[in-house]
């Protein structure tokens, strides 16, 4: 595991990333490629895939389980958003993921979400 993915994931790491990615986005070195008030896309600095695109919530959130029946709107703008970058890249004839992971898997301990492509 790289020196980054430890401090992002000591204590006082989790709380950076949060406060970065709700408060100061505007330092992330990355291509934005939507941006709300509530949510932020852009391709992922380190892909793993063709596209690799990570979608973020700009507000502080570790996990799925933090989010609640009051996110339906949250979950609808991301839902349309994912939908808008599907048409963008030519995901749907192309074929795509959508992965959220948590726990062990979850490198960064801020909800986001993986939009990836294969081919």
């Known amino acids: 595991m790289s020196f980054l993915m430890r401090v992002a994931r ?3 790491g989790r709380l950076l990333v949060g406060k970065v990615f709700t408060h100061m986005s505007f330092l992330l070195p990355v291509e934005r490629l939507r941006e709300t008030e509530t949510l932020i896309a852009f391709h ?6 063709p596209v690799h695109i990570l979608l973020v919530p700009r507000r502080s959130l570790r996990g799925l389980a933090d989010l ?6 949250f979950l609808a703008e991301l839902l349309e958003m994912v ?14 993921r959508l992965i959220v992971n948590g726990g062990a ?3 960064v301990p801020h909800l986001h979400f993986h939009l990836i492509s294969e081919n």
Do not use: I, W
């Open 10 to 12: 000591s204590p006082l």
């Open 44 to 49: 992922h600095p380190r892909p793993s895939s």
């Open 68 to 73: 609640g029946p009051d996110d339906a709107g």
């Open 83 to 96: 939908n808008e970058l599907v048409q963008e890249f030519d995901l749907e004839r192309r074929g795509y």
């Open 105 to 107: 898997y979850q490198d």
